[in-house]
């Protein structure tokens, strides 16, 4: 073997002794590295920032329908045949506004009898009374006209009132729905004639979960939506809040009042509901610090130099905030950077993190 390629593989064992001997320090320092990170030992830096008190809101999002602000069923209160249809489908109308009437002749005819009657026995009372001062009337006669003469204002009345039912009028100003009788028709007093809906404003109903029931409250915003309108926003305000959880579902009742004045929405419409609840203060650290594991969440706090492990239970969230319900208190120093490679009990160095920079496990 020639000199050269002797002394070419003699550089050639020496290059890969030497770059085994380097991997086997790398090895070493590696082993090193986890043995003291197993029993505590090390240093580490890692990125802190303290747990403080935040006023927490919650969006809470839900599906509802709409309700009139008021809605009945027309129907009669006497039985007869229809006479008269005075509204269209879908017309709005006043308070008072005559809707339907009915065959009234007889009625029109007891009126005018009951008049009559009424007219004749205080006439009859009057020249009694005029004759009695003269004794020529006995007293007992004035007591009987005096009764005959209550019983016919009774009557009268009565006929008066059954002739105004022969007319039927809203109730309250509204919307009339579909026609469900025709002119001709003869009705009960059970029969349905149409519906009446007041859509000057409706209510949308819908369900909110149990552990916000201590934060809703009356007057608080409310933000709805329709797929008939996409492009449009209604608002209104929470009316009424249920006193009970439903056990099934976990959740409670919520109506919330929308003005609807050019009356786009209708009664049972499908709505989509936002409503923004703001609770007291709670005490909050940044989302990255909480560690998932098993259902249950942790964090690493650093006391005295050194971390330690602790298991939290968290409540709301919101934009990068979680709410700590228990675990730690506020001002305590929670590790929102080197997460990952961190042990109980290892010792740290801390650098405090900006309100805004985003730390990562």
């Known amino acids: 073997m020639s000199t050269f390629r002797q002394l070419l593989l003699i550089a050639m064992l020496a290059a890969v002794a030497f770059g085994g001997y380097q991997a086997w320090q790398s090895y070493a320092a590696s082993r090193a590295d986890t043995a003291s990170e197993q029993n505590g030992g090390g240093t580490m830096l890692v990125e802190v920032r303290p747990a403080s008190r935040h006023t927490m809101s919650t969006t809470v999002e839900a599906v509802g329908s709409t309700i009139a602000a008021q809605s009945i069923e027309i129907v009669s209160l006497a039985e007869g045949r229809i006479h008269g249809l005075l509204f269209r489908s879908g017309q709005k109308v006043s308070q008072g506004d005559e809707l339907v009437e009915l065959d009234r002749d007889m009625q029109d005819a007891d009126a005018t009898e009951a008049e009559a009657a009424l007219v004749r026995i205080k006439a009859e009372l009057e020249r009694a009374q005029s004759l009695f001062g003269s004794k020529i009337v006995a007293a007992s006669r004035v007591e009987e006209l005096t009764a005959q003469l209550a019983a016919a204002e009774a009557e009268l009345k009565r006929a008066r009132r059954q002739l105004a039912d022969r007319t039927i009028r809203a109730p309250f100003a509204g919307t009339v729905g579909l026609n469900r009788v025709d002119i001709g028709a003869r009705i009960t007093e059970d029969t349905v004639i149409t519906t009446l809906d007041d859509l000057s404003h409706v209510k949308v109903e819908f369900t909110v979960p149990e552990n916000l029931f201590g934060i809703a409250r009356i007057g ?142």
Do not use: C, W
């Not at 209708?266 to 610090?289: D, H, N, R, Y």
């Not at 929102?336 to 993190?353: D, E, I």
């Open 220 to 361: 608080q915003i409310v933000e709805a939506r329709t797929a008939a309108y996409p492009d449009r926003v209604f608002t209104g305000k929470v009316v009424e809040i249920d006193s009970r959880i439903d056990a099934a579902s976990r959740a409670f009742q919520v109506r919330a009042d929308l003005p609807n004045e050019d009356g786009a929405l209708p009664a049972g419409m499908f709505m989509q509901v936002s409503m923004s609840l703001t609770g007291g203060e709670a005490t909050v650290i940044p989302e990255e610090a909480v560690i998932a594991e098993s259902g249950a969440a942790f964090v690493f706090i650093v006391e005295d130099g050194k971390a330690s492990r602790r298991q939290i239970e968290i409540g709301r969230r919101a934009f990068g905030i979680v709410e700590v319900v228990s675990g730690i208190t506020p001002d305590t120093l929670v590790v929102t950077r080197g997460t990952s490679k961190l042990r109980n009990g290892m010792s740290v160095k801390v650098k405090v993190a900006d309100a805004g920079t985003e730390s990562g496990g």
